[in-house]
T-cell receptor, first 115, second 115 residues
Framework: AQSVAQPEDQVNVAEGNPLTVKCTYS??????LFWYVQYPNRGLQFLLK??????LVKGSYGFEAEFNKSQTSFHLKKPSALVSDSALYFC?????????????FGSGTQLTVLP | DAGVTQSPTHLIKTRGQQVTLRCSPK?????VSWYQQALGQGPQFIFQ???????QRGNFPDRFSGHQFPNYSSELNVNALLLGDSALYLC??????????????FGNGTRLTVT
């Protein structure tokens, strides 16, 4: 079975500093990896995805993520955090075939950017 | 271009009652997936509908059922409500059954409270 772990429930960072939100995954086969963001009382918004190719993927709002196959990680990063980045972030994994094609989410990391 | 729309936004029900939630997919999408997001948790996959049939199902009891209509809209029905069914119910749409690499598009959800 596929699974995603987000080891930090809460990440605090000062505005202007770099941020990292951690994600590790466990799947059989090659994964498709995604990051989503959720603002209060809203649905999830897609940020970026890794399918294949370059391990560093760039997404919306200046976010990027690095795929590391040996460490089975897909950490979300941003060089300079904004207060408006404060939200709940979810990492998700999908395998492209078989019985587990649905998206499996981590438990989420609450990011707070302090002014 | 309308995104994914869900109704109602909020709902309060009593234990043992039945509830129906509704979802209209993003224009051009033909597949609808439903997720349950309990407070402080990541979304959990309930099931997916494509061509008016349930294609995949997560680990949810038969009390959870669904339907997809010819216009691709969908309903989620929950019978014999339990207190533990209180959650944010998210609908997500995509083109095809999700075996590709396209991200899901989420609605803002229906907040169900069971008392």
């Amino acid at each position: 079975a596929q699974s995603v772990a987000q080891p930090e429930d809460q990440v605090n960072v000062a505005e202007g500093n770099p941020l990292t939100v951690k994600c590790t995954y466990s799947v059989s086969g090659n994964p498709y990896l995604f990051w989503y963001v959720q603002y209060p009382n809203r649905g999830l918004q897609f940020l970026l995805k890794y399918i294949t190719g370059d391990n560093l993927v760039k997404g919306s709002y200046g976010f990027e993520a690095e795929f590391n196959k040996s460490q089975t990680s897909f950490h979300l990063k941003k060089p300079s955090a904004l207060v408006s980045d404060s939200a709940l972030y979810f990492c998700a994994v999908r395998v492209p075939s078989g019985s587990a094609r649905q998206l499996t989410f981590g438990s989420g990391t609450q990011l707070t950017v302090l002014p | 271009d309308a995104g994914v729309t869900q109704s109602p936004t909020h709902l309060i029900k009593t234990r043992g009652q039945q509830v129906t939630l509704r979802c209209s997919p993003k224009s051009g999408h033909d597949t609808v997936s439903w997720y349950q997001q309990a407070l402080g948790q990541g979304p959990q996959f309930i099931f997916q509908y494509y061509e008016e049939e349930e294609r995949q199902r997560g680990n949810f009891p038969d009390r959870f059922s669904g339907h997809q209509f010819p216009n691709y809209s969908s309903e989620l029905n929950v019978n014999a409500l339990l207190l533990g069914d209180s959650a944010l119910y998210l609908c997500a749409s995509s083109a095809g059954t999700g075996t590709g690499n396209s991200p899901l598009h989420f609605g803002n959800g229906t907040r169900l409270t069971v008392t």
